[in-house]
């Protein structure tokens, strides 16, 4: 069992930056890919971000490549989203993952992950 807790979600102007963590629970967080996905009214939830389990993989999508980067502490169980120039469009409940699987995954689909956090609340203004 593995309990995921985010901080760090906030409002912020476009152009800004937050910096998201999830701090998981349990002695096996190294056995989990873990990930960042999003999810805003009405939408269904989007990926965001990935790291493989040694950290040594990572994958994004597009639309936030070259802004936001995704890492990850196995030795304190937390990995973190940096998140800079912040758009509107970010806007969204971001939630932080995890999926138990072969060192060097980086799965991008919601089935894929086996446990999920509450979700932190990122709201950009324009």
């Known amino acids: 069992q593995v309990q995921l807790v985010e901080s760090g979600g906030g409002l912020v102007q476009a152009g800004g930056s937050l910096k998201l963590s999830c701090a998981a629970s349990g002695r096996t967080f190294s056995s989990y890919a873990m990930a960042w996905f999003r999810q805003t009214p009405g939408k269904e939830r989007e990926f965001v971000a990935v790291i493989s389990r040694d950290g040594g993989v990572t994958d994004y999508v597009d639309s936030v490549k070259g802004r936001f980067t995704i890492s990850r502490d196995n030795a304190k169980n937390t990995v973190s989203l940096q998140m800079n120039s912040l758009k509107p469009g970010d806007t969204a409940v971001y939630y932080c993952?995890?999926?138990?699987?072969?060192?060097?995954?980086?799965?991008?689909?919601?089935?894929?992950?086996?446990?999920w956090g509450q979700g932190t609340q990122v709201s950009v203004s324009s």
């Open positions: 993952a995890a999926s138990w699987g072969l060192v060097r995954l980086v799965p991008r689909l919601e089935y894929e992950y086996d446990y």
